[in-house]
């Protein structure tokens, strides 16, 4: 007997299945296309925009004319143009983004506008007007699946509890994607892996990584963070939610106050602070500063008149020096000399401080070190001027 010839059969293509993972999409939003009288650009644009929303969860995505030409095969200029139609159309909205226009399908489908414009009373008409119609499809390919014939109403079934959703692989896809885009503009880059864990266990959506990435561009032109030595590793930034944080851009009213005591007391003699160039070393030194003096709350008004006043200033003193913690010291020191009524220091109370003693030696002529005890000092000063009085 001859062999048989062998037939090679083509193979039936795998059809796709939802397993592979499928974009959930209100029927409203479907028959309202079907209804709207668009150009074949525009339904390709909803077509990729349903997909990259939906399909991945979201409300809105930031696409770029690149990714629509890829999807559609329509040029970016075509696709910016056709875009600019349906947002005036109102069937998109459209949001700035940080690295492109972040789009929406407008949902409220009876604010569609021009073309777009649909009758709402014949939307969801289907489901109410064929409630009972039975029709008939084959499952799976289009060839006939030896006969077998499944009958289903135009009704929505229920969901199945092994439906998916999301797209895993896509979805991590892009979280990754995410992730080194921020990795990038992250300015200390240490311990990769914890911070990959960190940005994993936020999972941030479009809008959150949009806010994160606008968090991370204010510290990063704060002035903590010209310091790298104050710049957190980016895992702790991320888990402390450091893109929520504030920063300081300006002078409070009262820090200005402050600054504005100084210059009308010492402007003339050393120069005037800039209230406009804000400092944010400055301003946490005048909290400081204010705080110091907290037990009366009127000391600043006073404090740099009598320093004006009333004290020899070294030459390197300033504002920062005299509201700064030594120069403070170094202040109420001086203050304690006395002087007489044409500028001369009086000579009681000298020895109510250190520095009061130490001045009192130096206008004596009486030299000592840094090292020798400030009541040794005090004793030799009482003994200059019980001198100087008996030769009177």
Not at 44 to 66: A, F, H, P, W
Not at 152 to 166: G, V, W
Not at 238 to 265: C, H, K, P
Not at 356 to 378: L, N, Q, R, T
């Given at each position: ?127 109410n007007d064929n409630s009972s119609v039975i029709e008939t499809i084959n499952e799976g390919s289009q060839i006939d699946n030896d006969g077998v ?213 130096k206008e004596m002529g009486i030299s000592f070190s840094d090292e020798e005890p400030v009541p040794a000092i005090a004793a030799r000063v009482r ?10």
């Amino acid at each position: 007997m001859a062999l048989a010839d062998v037939i090679h059969l083509p193979e039936h293509p795998r059809t796709v299945q939802v397993e592979d993972g499928f974009t959930r999409i209100a029927h409203g939003i479907l028959e309202a296309l079907a209804l709207a009288n668009l150009g074949k650009r525009h339904y390709k644009i909803m077509l990729v925009l349903c997909r990259q929303t939906y399909g991945y969860n979201k409300k809105s995505d930031e696409i770029s004319l690149s990714q629509f030409h890829d999807k559609t095969g329509v040029l970016p200029p075509n696709v910016s143009t056709a875009i600019d139609e349906l947002v005036e159309m109102r069937v998109l909205l459209r949001t700035p983004g940080k690295y492109a226009a972040c789009l929406a399908v407008n949902k409220a489908y009876a604010q569609w506008t021009g073309k777009a414009k649909v009758d709402v009373t014949q939307l969801w008409g289907y489901q109410n007007d064929n409630s009972s119609v039975i029709e008939t499809i084959n499952e799976g390919s289009q060839i006939d699946n030896d006969g077998v014939i499944e009958t289903i109403t135009t009704k929505d079934n229920p969901k199945r509890n092994n439906q998916k959703t999301t797209p895993k692989e896509n979805l991590s896809r892009s979280l990754r994607d995410r992730f080194e885009i921020f990795w990038a503009a992250y300015p200390k880059k240490r311990s990769k892996d914890k911070a990959e864990k960190a940005f994993a266990k936020r999972n941030p959506d479009e809008q959150l990584f949009n806010d994160l990435m606008a968090g991370l561009e204010r510290a990063k032109t704060s002035e903590q963070w010209q310091n790298p030595q104050f710049i957190p590793h980016a895992a702790t930034w991320l888990n402390g939610g450091g893109w929520m944080d504030e920063f300081q851009t300006a002078y409070s009213d009262a820090e200005l106050a402050v600054i504005r005591a100084f210059n009308g007391a010492f402007g003339e003699r050393v120069g005037t602070i800039d209230e406009a160039v804000f400092v944010e070393a400055r301003a946490g030194a005048i909290r400081a500063f204010l705080g110091k003096l907290a037990a009366d709350p009127e000391a600043w008004k006073r404090y740099f008149p009598a320093v004006r006043d009333k004290v020899d200033l070294p030459p390197h003193a300033g504002f920062d020096y005299l509201i700064s913690p030594k120069g403070y010291g170094d202040v109420k020191g001086r203050m304690t000399i006395k002087r007489n009524p044409d500028g001369t220091r009086a000579t009681g109370d000298w020895d109510k401080s250190a520095s009061g003693i130490k001045a009192k030696a130096k206008e004596m002529g009486i030299s000592f070190s840094d090292e020798e005890p400030v009541p040794a000092i005090a004793a030799r000063v009482r003994a200059a001027l019980e001198k100087m009085e008996n030769r009177e």
